[in-house]
């Protein structure tokens, strides 16, 4: 790591396994001159560019769904203290309308998705790798629930995706690295003692 730039987390997770209630709750613990949160979510590709599985349905559990230049270049302009601008990516959900996202230089950068480990730029970057688990039946109801309110998407479509999409992704893409990583949060329950492990970690970065 650079003597000026950032210190990188990275944070991976199966689809629902709770990273974004969790990083919700981490960062309003800290100010935006110290902590600042990167989302894989906001970099997908549009649909016309993504790729169809044999039944002609949009896959978006690859990592080819992402648009990995622009998600790298973002985090090397951060680390190096540089402002990214965003167009919030609304899940194709047009009842939502997208917001401009603008994100700040922080001393500790947070970034986390699905594909976080698997690309190695990305990965490269990292200083801390912290994977998420939650029990697979778990996520999908959490998922059922989410894509429903959020996203407008019918429960059957929902469990095709897990089936033919999510899982496949989770074993090729996401589970391999769990091992690899520097922490793992057990999400079946909750996640508040981890939460107040890590909130201290990164205080004590911070104060270096």
């Known amino acids: 790591m650079k003597k000026n730039s950032a210190y990188i987390i990275g944070i991976a997770g199966g689809s629902a396994s709770g990273k974004t209630t969790f990083l919700q709750e981490l960062c309003k613990r800290f100010n935006s001159e110290d902590l600042a949160l990167v989302s894989q979510d906001n970099y997908y590709k549009a649909r016309e560019e993504q790729q169809l599985d044999d039944n002609g349905e949009i896959n978006f559990d690859l990592p080819s769904a992402i648009d990995l230049d622009r998600f790298a270049a973002d985090l090397k302009k951060l680390r190096e203290g540089l402002a990214i601008h965003k167009t919030e990516y609304t899940f194709n959900n047009d009842g939502k309308s997208a917001k401009k996202i603008v994100i700040e230089p922080a001393k500790v950068i947070i970034t986390e998705g699905l594909f976080v480990f698997h690309y190695e730029e990305i990965a490269a970057m990292m200083n801390h790798k912290v994977y998420f688990h939650a029990d697979d039946e ?44 520097d922490r793992v949060i057990i999400n079946n329950i909750s996640f508040n003692q981890e939460l107040d492990e890590l909130e201290r970690f990164i205080r004590k970065i911070i104060a270096q």
């Open 138 to 181: 778990l996520r999908l109801d959490r998922r059922i629930k989410r894509d429903q309110n959020e996203r407008g998407y019918p429960e059957s479509d929902v469990r095709y995706r897990w089936k033919n999409h999510v899982r496949p992704a989770d074993q090729q893409f996401l589970e391999p690295h769990r091992d690899g990583c």
